[in-house]
């Protein structure tokens, strides 16, 4: 601020009037003239003052003919400066227009261990990637053989059982009708319960299970789905392993009821899914077919086209460590339902 109120307060230079001194002796001259006596007639003074004058303007250099007032311009020797030749008016030149790549967005690589949460009721669920495995056993039942390579596209699974937490959600909407039984083995209060709302939904109707994943934004798994997300690629007889004890799944009674989803850290399967084996069975999507394994296609086989009974999938906490194991199959009514008997999703 201080030099801007320095700088406005100065005055503007003054401009000096060349020929103002000569300017003066002019007037005087005018007023010695008139003050003279002469015996010299006033024509004869007129003509001469008028000459007199004529003479001092035109010789002073601030004067001219309209008046000595006229401020005098000052002049600069001019330097001639050479006007510029003309040059060739210069071309736009045509530069290819640059074509800019976006940038790649960059795709997360599915793989083992890969997790994502299902918008419609929060599920987390596991990826399982494309590839053969090793479906059914030749030493297990007759249902179970023969042995055979299984090839199938990529699919997520959930990670747990459905809840009663997660169920109750799509009967709140009307999308849904509630189980058969509010209880449970041991629970009278189960579903409902906000006690048990981490527990598996028991007392449904493959019906229901099919509307309530059809309603989340899946389907229930196919048998072969199902079986590769449990066993892995390596023909494990287990989701863990080869052997079983009360520390890797809710089964044989050990506890007497169903517990919590996702309480056996253990007992993951290959592919990170929950109670796999024990807890409660689960509607799977085909038909079963007795000997359907004899005749299955080789890349993602969905069961019988009809039949009687649909695939149960798994054990439950009342079943022996024979049908816990991942190749077991069963068959049961789609109508039915009890307390051992849930679901999962896929998609």
Known sequence: ??????????????????????????????????????????????????????VLLVGLPGCNALGFNSPVIPTSTATQTAAPSASPTEQPTNTPAVTRTPFATAVPTLGLGSITTRDKDGMQMVFVSEGPFTMGSDTGSDNEKPAHTVTLAAFWIDQTEVTNDKYAQCVQTG??????????????????????????????????????????????????????????????IYPWGDSIDK??????????????????????????????????????????GETYYSSSPASNPTGPTSGAYRVLRGGSWSGNPINQRVTFRYGIAPVSWYYGLGFRCAR
């Not at 002796?25 to 006596?37: A, D, G, N």
């Not at 048990?196 to 019906?207: D, G, K, L, R, T």
């Not at 009674?253 to 084996?277: H, I, L, P, R, W």
Request: with cysteine.
């Open 1 to 54: 601020m201080a030099d801007l109120t320095r700088h406005s307060s100065r005055r503007s230079p003054i401009i000096e009037r060349p020929g103002e001194e000569e300017m003066i002796e002019t007037l005087k001259i005018f007023e010695l003239i008139s003050t003279l006596r002469l015996p010299i007639r006033k024509p004869f003074i007129s003509i001469l003052m008028g000459l007199v004058v004529s």
């Open 175 to 236: 999308a849904c009708q509630p189980p058969a039984d509010k209880s449970s083995k041991k629970q009278p209060n189960y579903y409902g319960n906000s006690n048990f709302s981490e527990y598996p939904v028991i007392y449904v109707e493959w019906n229901q299970a099919k509307t309530y994943c059809e309603w989340a934004g899946g389907r229930l798994p196919t048998e072969a789905e199902w079986e590769k997300a449990a066993r892995g690629t390596d023909g494990r």
């Open 247 to 288: 520390t890797y799944a809710n089964y044989n009674n050990n506890v007497g009821d169903t517990t919590a989803v996702g309480q056996y850290e253990k007992g993951k399967s290959f592919y990170g899914a929950y109670d796999m084996t024990g807890n409660v069975w689960e509607w799977l999507a085909d038909w079963y």
